[in-house]
């Protein structure tokens, strides 16, 4: 059995794996560097070990051969190949589908089609596998940096610019991704999901976004629902269909749809989120929502179970 | 002076065994931990050890004499929970979000009270007698015992509880 951890529902976070282009490109690179790097070591004592042995006389074209001549043509491999690898992870597809992401300390605002239908969701993407897509990426304060290790390169979040990145994953699954650059307190703390469904699915995935948020339909849920606004969430939360708010913190339309809580970091269950309203502080120092430990005991239960019922 | 060679041949055949050995070691460690992250290869080695001194140190300073039960031990046993279980189950449920659980990763939370040395705490939730039947009735649904508590009924199953019940039994004052 493997042990539960308190983090989502990912796999571990690896780059030494091949699920997309990018990472497959990366990792060949690397593993080609490793082999060639090892056979150089075993020659190179190997020679040292036979000069050693035998009395050798100094000859100009051993000099030349092996301290220019090698080394220049390895080099010059090694750069080939890694132009090459950088080139084709670097570039940007036009036609792509276009999710824009913008970095806030620390949490991530999703925007899929944002020229069109702009479908707004937070902390979690779902890729189409096997179809490139684009990701617009902002900061709206620090710089952040955008990194699925298993699927991709990163890609720096800077304020003020939009970098884009191409990306493409083969495989269906759950990956991890991880704000790269560091960004603050709670930096380690902001991680997200990456979720890769079969096209059709995805597809599915964007018609349901467009709706509205699952209603209140328990006395428990609807005393939830009405903490959620006398508390004051809406200030930075918006629930669609149910209230409008601000945009300083993650849309919470779907928020117990998702597989984690707090960027990436906790399982997303009744508890977890609970624990986090109380005292968000003690689970990620630094993030700009306040705990809320004015809430009453049954007023706290109810907006945790509100929050889990929106799937 | 042949003698002189031998030596230094030896010498450096041992030198470059010994670099290539250091190499092949590291890629072995380097394979081991990359195939599977979670498995710790070095951790499981010495643990085992550790149980099979523990085991040869009881055979020669265990005590002929059986002693009392342990009846205060035999009066926290949770019908069917299994104490290794739980352990695992906390994090199923998030319970770590606000109690710190000696035992459980990353159960850091101090938004409610800290179950370390829970076995010798007098009362559950401040409103059940710390007894097994309790406890696991009021992992299933607190609010049901306390009305105005904070803590939500995280739809955790008489299985799961009776488990994690187990579990915070083993949380002495002792550690």
């Keep these: 059995m493997t042990p539960e951890t308190s983090l989502g529902q990912f796999d571990v976070q690896t780059a030494l794996t091949r699920a997309g282009i990018g990472s497959d490109l990366t990792l060949t690179l690397t593993l080609a560097m490793a082999v060639a790097g090892a ?11 036979w000069a050693w042995r035998h009395e050798v006389t100094p000859r100009a074209w051993w000099v030349w051969s092996g301290g220019v001549v090698f080394p220049v043509a390895t080099l010059a ?5 890694s132009t090459i690898t950088l080139a084709a992870i670097g570039r940007v597809d036009r036609v792509a589908v276009v999710i824009e992401v913008t970095g806030h300390q620390y949490w991530w605002d999703v925007i899929y089609d944002p020229d069109d239908r702009a479908l707004r969701d937070a902390n979690e993407v779902v890729l189409p596998q096997g179809v490139p897509v684009t990701f617009r990426l902002k900061s709206d304060d620090v710089i952040h940096s955008w990194w699925i290790p298993s699927i991709a390169g990163k890609m720096d979040m800077i304020p003020g610019r ?6 493409t994953a083969t495989r269906t699954g759950r990956f991890r991704g991880q704000c790269a650059e560091f960004c603050g307190l709670s930096h380690p703390l902001m991680a997200f999901e990456v979720v890769v469904v079969p096209p059709q699915d995805f597809a ?10 699952r209603d209140a339909d328990t006395l428990q849920l609807e005393r939830g629902r009405d903490v959620f606004v006398t508390a004051g969430c809406p200030a930075c939360h918006v629930i669609r269909g149910m209230v409008r708010g601000g945009r300083l913190g993650p849309d919470l339309t779907r928020v117990g749809g998702r597989a984690s809580l707090g960027a990436g970091m906790w399982k997303m269950n009744v508890g977890n989120l609970a624990g986090w309203i109380a005292d968000v502080q003690d689970m990620k120092p630094g993030a700009q929502m306040p705990s ?3 809430l009453s005991g049954p007023d706290l239960r109810a907006l945790a179970h509100y929050l889990d019922s929106l799937k | ?17 010994g ?6 070691l590291t890629a072995v460690v380097v394979a081991w931990a990359l195939a599977s992250p979670r498995h710790d290869p070095v951790g499981g080695w010495l643990s085992g050890i550790g149980r099979g001194w523990s085991a040869v140190a009881g055979w020669y300073g265990g005590d002929p004499v059986a002693a009392d039960p342990n009846w205060q031990a035999m009066a926290l046993q949770v019908q069917g929970g299994a104490a290794a279980r739980g352990q695992i189950v906390f994090a199923t449920y998030g319970c770590g979000a606000c109690h710190v659980i000696p035992g459980v990763s990353g159960a850091r939370g101090t938004v409610g009270p800290s179950l370390a040395g829970f076995a010798n705490r007098a009362y559950v939730g401040g409103v059940l007698g710390n007894m097994p039947g309790n406890l696991t009735r009021w992992l299933i649904n607190p609010p049901l015992f306390s009305p105005d508590t904070a803590m939500p009924d995280l739809g955790v199953g008489q299985a799961d509880a009776a488990d994690m019940a187990a579990y915070l039994y083993t949380l002495g004052r002792d550690g």
């Design chain 2, 19 to 24: 670099v290539v050995a250091v190499f092949c």
């Design chain 1, 77 to 81: 491999v090694l750069l080939i190949g």
């Design chain 1, 204 to 213: 599915a995935f964007l018609d349901a976004l467009k709706g509205e948020a």
């Design chain 1, 39 to 49: 056979a150089i070591f075993v020659i190179v004592m190997g020679l040292a070990w």
């Design chain 1, 292 to 294: 809320f430990n004015t």
């Design chain 2, 1 to 17: 002076m042949a003698n002189q060679t031998t030596q230094r041949s030896w010498f450096a055949l041992g030198l470059g065994a």
């Design chain 1, 162 to 167: 939009v970098n884009e990145i191409t990306v």
